[in-house]
DNA sequence: CATGGTGTCTTTTATGATAAAAATCACCGG
DNA sequence: CCGGTGATTTTTATCATAAAAGACACCATG
């Protein structure tokens, strides 16, 4: 078989259900309308209500196919296992390439991790080849692929340039007009601060979740497709990062939302050389933050 | 066939050109020295070998191989003409894109566009998926690709973040101790600057590649991955458009010479605020040119 | 005769199969 | 033990093809 009959098999049990609904020697609807209603095309639809004719759930040509029987449930079509989604692919491969510390420049078998991350190897393929903007991954000359891997060059130049990035967010943020909508998400999340620093004991683990929409806040202000597709990136291994390091984590935790608060508070007196010095000491802790958990990571 | 033969093909070749080097009846190097002449596998040599003995070009077994008679130019094997290579791909796809002003949204056929641009439907799909980063292209939901064109919104960010970019990278010039190379090299680049300012009149076509240099040198104090990987995108979008915006051609590359060189003698004398008022004022000309190519050509 | 439908055909994409190439292992003669 | 060959096992790039989507023509019916 050359592509997966999956969404026909789907489709077949969807249909099964719509007909569960309407009584025995009612007319179905048009093929349009079901094809409208499950999201895929004519075609599949045609081959759907063939395969339930033979199956003697259905009767009758042309516009006037009625059901014959009420569909039971061993009808239904056993769907395959099917293949993990994209963006769960990235999870799992930045799970495998940051948790487990695979050295720099390995050779990745396509079809080992094709099979390891139950995709399949066409997928896999495509999926390192978008990757490569992010440094990680490198083509070899004649086939293949090298992990180029997750250093500590590679964690100082990824901050730096988060760094630059952040900087000349604050700088245009700080010469926002009056109206416009950003101060007051600069307020709602200040008071969201306020509000965890007050349940910290707690819920420290919240932080992760709260820096990432903090930074997120700053460069917003900054709309252009390149910073955004970097700011990915750069959220995604911060916030993997995150989760492993959990020496110190309430305290550090407490500690980067005070240093979130002084730079709120720099940015809403228009204070911009403040706030950029405010938020070039935050990006340094954060910086020693990551390469202190990989090197915890590496002597593991 | 599954796999071309193309590197077969080749050796086949190869391992002809060395056979008339030496004299009919001598012994036959190693199969891995062969192998590591060629730079190709032994399964290879192994196969070329076998055929050569097929042909009576060559005879005996084992370590004990002799050539029977000088191959001739009919021995060779005609290569089939072979797909252009990732860089000619990359030039020609994105001159179809920028040239022909394809309409931002359209959808792209990966097979249509295979046959044009005479790649494997395969080899076309993993450049698509490279070229993610550039954010002219976007990967639609259930299959396809989507073109997001090359447009005004596009252009302008693209110069804003460069500006982010070359800022950074300026201030860092100017930080950088006394004896460090990059210094030497903007002695050399500014005499280049002079030396292009003398013949303009002939020359001015020499300005794109200097001006690539130039940006590149600024840049390349900044070593930072990220930064390098935009700064391809950057040039190659910038450097495509040199080439068509014809108009006052000549004297847009005088003036912007001479803004380089005001640009180099602030960063020589450690001005750093001067050096950044002027990069600015320089890369604000650039956009406009760059803008103003692409009007015109949506107009033409 | 316009509208909403079906039947048929073409185009396009995703995937499994597969051959070429690379890498690995086992063995041999000196 | 060393440099080599023979045989075997991965591994990757390409191709053929089925599934899905889309386009077109025609038909029944109010």
């Avoid at 209603?37 to 004519?42: A, D, N």
């Avoid at 399949?120 to 180029?148: D, M, T, V, Y």
């Avoid at 984590?249 to 939302?257: D, S, V």
């Avoid at 228009?270 to 990571?297: N, P, V």
Wanted: positive net charge; without cysteine; hydrophobic residues 45%.
């Amino acid at each position: 078989m050359a592509r997966t009959d999956t969404r026909f098999r789907q489709s077949h049990n969807a249909l099964l259900d719509i007909l569960s609904g309407i009584p025995v020697g009612a007319g179905l609807p048009s093929e349009v309308q079901l094809a409208a209603k499950l999201g895929v095309s004519r075609t599949v639809i045609r081959a759907v209500v063939q395969k339930l004719g033979a199956d003697g759930i259905l009767q009758g040509t042309g516009r006037d196919k009625q059901l014959v029987r009420v569909p039971k449930v061993r009808d239904r079509l056993p769907l395959r296992e099917e293949y993990i989604r994209r963006d769960e692919l990235e999870a799992r491969f930045l799970d495998w390439v940051l948790r487990f510390d695979v050295p720099a420049g390995t050779a990745l078998n396509i079809t080992q991790l094709a099979r390891q991350f139950m995709v399949p190897p066409h997928a896999l393929q495509e999926f390192l080849a978008s990757l490569g903007q992010s440094g990680l991954i490198e083509r070899r000359p004649r086939g293949g692929w090298r992990l180029l891997g997750f250093t500590a060059d590679y964690a100082v130049e990824l901050s730096e340039f988060r760094q630059v990035l952040e900087l000349n967010a604050v700088r245009v943020f700080t010469a926002l007009p009056e109206d416009h909508p950003a101060w007051a998400a600069l307020t709602v999340i200040r008071d969201e601060h306020l509000d965890l620093l007050d349940r910290i004991d707690h819920d420290f683990h919240d932080f992760s979740r709260l820096d990432g929409r903090f930074h997120a806040l700053i460069n917003s202000v900054v709309s252009n497709r390149f910073v955004a597709e970097f700011q990915k990136v750069i959220s995604l291994i911060f916030h993997y990062h995150y989760q492993w390091d959990k020496t110190m984590e309430r305290y550090r935790n407490e500690a980067a939302i005070r240093e979130h608060l002084t730079i709120i508070a720099a940015l809403q007196v228009r204070d911009a050389s403040a706030a950029k010095a405010r938020l070039r000491a935050h990006l340094a802790t954060s910086k020693e933050t990551l390469l202190s958990s990989m090197r915890g990571h590496h002597l593991a």
